[in-house]
Every structure is written in structure tokens, then in C-alpha cells.
């Protein structure tokens, strides 16, 4: 790995992000000049691959692009400026994910995983494990991190709360004198294959279910860690979601991030955080797939006049295009929130990501019809935003784990504003 | 029981803390730098404390403080003793703030010599560990 220049960027053409509330008709100045710049490359660069990357096979990563985008910034977005990053907040993240996922979702993601294996350590307050894995992001060459959760006995138990205690057959964390050794494997993990660290959450000894779940940033290179198989996805496959195998892998207590049992906590505020752009990232596929069908409407011409000027398919292209409106006017609020309130509200958040998910797959189920048998064959593209679309409701809160902190939050009193 | 039963006792604590930490160039620097002012609002007992790099000043917070963050005094004693780590106040609920998270992501590190200096300032102020 080349040597890491922590100041490399800091003269980087990007304006320093100031805290300007967005408003219902702009975003501040240091947004849109990232929206206009990752537009530029997710047109122009990321669209012709776009094929190439969906056919790929499940294993195959293209460090190209994914170089020409850390050139860009994409991987230190939220890396604070003092430790090499750009010190954007959520608001930055969720419209730079959109605009690449408006192309393809999966490249998106890449960005979207490393900046989740990044939140736990700026969570943590921890300028000591901050300082030793943060600056990497900032080297020449592209560096990635990946946050591993699920495992094959435990999914949405890990993501609520509640069923963390009956959570079963979790990875073991065990403490031996100025170390801890974990045991056991994880799943589904984008970015396992190809990062360079991972936050990785075990279950502490003598804790029931995932009770004294913990993180940990442990590097894929150390003795006993395994990437294995990578999940042969039916969408999102610019990323790899691999399989992590942790066999007796020392971990030095200094790795170990948010205290012990501090592992739900650091989830739970990751999340909070996260899910505004994961929701960015939804209405960016939902985007992409209006775009397609505005295209589409315009073009096709049945029963002597174009499609977009039958009342039926008129009516569909404006609900779709409403949809989108309302889907990004709440990730743009439930962002700004994050940004400026700790802990991350929750109903916002959650609330943006459960609605971007299912217009999502609304909007893209609703461009196939448009497009006909051209919708449901791959040359013609629409059929792989329904495929995203249904991808983007998994992680990071399926709807019933988001119907959940929803509720939990309609129902908590709030102590009111101070 | 609450660990401070006067807001004078608390006062005196949490304001002398952050007086101690002005002290610090590289702390001080660094807020005068990047703008930083904390308004701090205690609650159980009661009392606001702004710190900008001129000062602590008490119940006399100007409306434009870059951070406010709001806690009970017993969370406060439980995070400056160590006891209660950050990111578990922060998901529980027990410390809120409103301003520019990115800051607070770039001040949450500076703020360590306060965990190292709490302890003994409680202490001498007669309140319990
Ligand atoms: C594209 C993609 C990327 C991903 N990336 C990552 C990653 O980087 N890191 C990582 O750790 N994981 C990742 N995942 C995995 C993802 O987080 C999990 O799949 C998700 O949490 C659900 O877990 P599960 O698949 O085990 O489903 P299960 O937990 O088995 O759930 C199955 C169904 O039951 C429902 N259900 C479960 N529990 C409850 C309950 N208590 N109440 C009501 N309904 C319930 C769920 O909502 C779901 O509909 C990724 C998944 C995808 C598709």
C-alpha cells in the first residue's frame, strides 16, 4: 500500500461544507457542487459500464471505476478534514449516492459500505483508532471498509433491539489479556471481499442471544480471517457481498470500539445516521427508472401519438414523477436532520428510507409496464431498476425492522426542543 | 439520588472542568479556529454554561452558540467519570445536540484530557464517584 498523505486532498477543488439548511428549492453550495460533479462521472463514466458490471460474474470488482471515483473524493466523503476526508455530513453523502445509483445502484453501494465501516469509528469519539485507519482513505490508491452484521442464524434479530437476546449462534468475542479473540462468520457483507477493514460486531462471552454485542475494526488480512464465497446477487452486483470468516482472529483491545456491549448502541446510531442516503440511494433507482420511462414515452408512438400523450400513461409518468419528488424531498430533510442533531432522529430517517424503498419498486414496476416486453428484457435496462428496487428494501432496515423504530418512535414522548 | 443536590456544587464542577480545558492552546486554538462555541444545557439541577474559546460564561449563553448539547448533571457526572461512554448517552437518548454533526465528530476527540481531569475535580467538590 502507498504512503498516506493525510493533506493530499485538503487543497482538493471541493468547497469546504458549511452548515446551510437546505431549502425547498436549492441545496447549499458545497452539495450541489458534489451533485453536479458525480453526476458528471455517473453519466459519463459509470453508465457505459453499466452492462459489463450487471453481467459480470458474482466475484468480479472493477477497481477501475472504483479508483476514478476515490479520485473524486467518494471515499473519504464523511472522514473529518484534519484526518485527510472532505468532512461532509449525510446531506453531501445522500445526494452524491443518488446520482450514482440513479446509474446503478450497486456502484453506489461500494461508497455507501465503506462510509458505514467508517461511521463506528467517528461515533466513537476515539481520536486514537480514528487516527490509525481513518488517514487510509486518504492515500493514492482507492482503500475500502465494509460493516459486518448479518450472519447466517442472525439477521433483523442484530437490528432490533429487543431480539438481540434471543439472537442465535452470533459471533463469539471472548477477552484474553490485552486482547480479544473472535470467532465465528458473517454474511452477505458488501465490501468483505475487497475491504480493507471491517466493523464487525460480536457477541461478547457470557452474554445471552447478542446481548453484549461489541464492535470491533478488525483488518481482513489479520491471521484467522477468511473472505469467502461472494452471494451471486440478482442486482447490486457492482458490489460483492461476501462471505467473512473469523477463526480465533486476535483483535488488540484498542480495536474494540464503543465499550464492551456498546456494539447495539454503535448500531443503532450507524443506522440512524445511514439510512438517508441508503434512502438517497433508493430514490436514486427510482430516479433512473422515471428517467428511462420519460425517455421511453416520448419516443414510442402507438395508436397514432405518443405514449406520453395518452391520458393513461400520462397519469402514470406523473404519479411516478411524484413519487421521486416526495421520495427526495424526505431523504434531503431526514439528511439535514442527521447533520445537525445527535443522536439522528429516527422517525425521519427511517420513515424517508421506508418510503424511498417502496416507491422504488413502484416506480420501476410501473416503467417496465410502460416500456412493454422492451421493460422486461435486460438490453433495454428498466428491468434492472426493479431488481436494485428490491435490493435497496433489505438492508439497513427491511420495512417491518423500519415499521418498528417508527412506531417505537411515534409513541416515545419527546422532552421537546431545548 | 441525583449526584449533585445543589446547581451551586454543579456550577462550580462542570464550569471549573471547562476553565481547566481552556487552558489547553491546542484545545482553545482549535474551537477559536473553527468557530466553536458550546452552549450546555444542564438539567436536575438546572443551568445553562456557554463555553467559547474567551471563556465559560453561566446562564448568559448568546442565541448563536455553534453546539448546544443538553444532558442531565448525572449524565454528565456518568460521561466525564468514565462511566457512560458517548455513543451509548448518544443512542439512549441521555445527551442530545443540535449543530453541525461534523463538528461535533471533529470536537468528541479534543474533549479526552476532561475524561482524565473529571474525576479529581469532582472529588475535591465533595461529590461522589
Ligand atoms: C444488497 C444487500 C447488501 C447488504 N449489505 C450488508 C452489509 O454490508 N453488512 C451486513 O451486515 N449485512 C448486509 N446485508 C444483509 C442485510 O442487512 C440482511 O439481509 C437484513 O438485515 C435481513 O436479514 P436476513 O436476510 O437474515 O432476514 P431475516 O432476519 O431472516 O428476516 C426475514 C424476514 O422476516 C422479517 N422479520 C425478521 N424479524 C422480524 C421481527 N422481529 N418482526 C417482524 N418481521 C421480522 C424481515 O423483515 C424479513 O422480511 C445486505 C443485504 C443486501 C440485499
Redesign the interface.
Known sequence: MTAVDVHAFADTSLTEPTLTEPTFTSLPAHAEELRRLVREFAQTRLRPAVRRLDEADAADFDWELVTEAHQLGLTRLVIPRHLGGLGYGELGVAVALEELAAVDAGFALIFGATMLGQAPLLLSGDAGVQARFLPLFAGDDPVLACNAITEERAGCDLLIPEAAEHAIGVTRARREGDHYVVDGAKMFITNGKVAHYGTVFANLEGHPGASGLTCFVIPLDAPGVTRGAVADKMGYRACLGTELQFDGVRVPAENMIGGEGGGVFINIAQMNMARAAVAAIATGVARGALDLAIAWCDERVQGGKRLREHQFTARKLAEMAAKVEASRLMYLRAAHLADTRVPAPVFETATAKLFADRIAIEVAEEGMSLMGARGYVRDWGMEKYLREALGSRIYEGTPEVLALAVTDAIYTEDDGDF | MSTYTTREQAVAVFSHLFEIMLRDETFTSTMRRDGLSVRF?HTAPEFEMYVDPDGVRIDDSPATAAL?I?MSCDTAHALWSGHL????A????R????????????F?????PAFDRYPAIAREAGVAA
Open positions: 444545557v448546544a443538553k461512554l458517548m455513543p451509548v448518544v443512542a439512549m437518548g445527551i442530545r445536540i443540535k449543530g453541525s454533526v461534523a463538528k461535533v465528530i471533529e468528541a476527540p479534543l474533549l479526552q
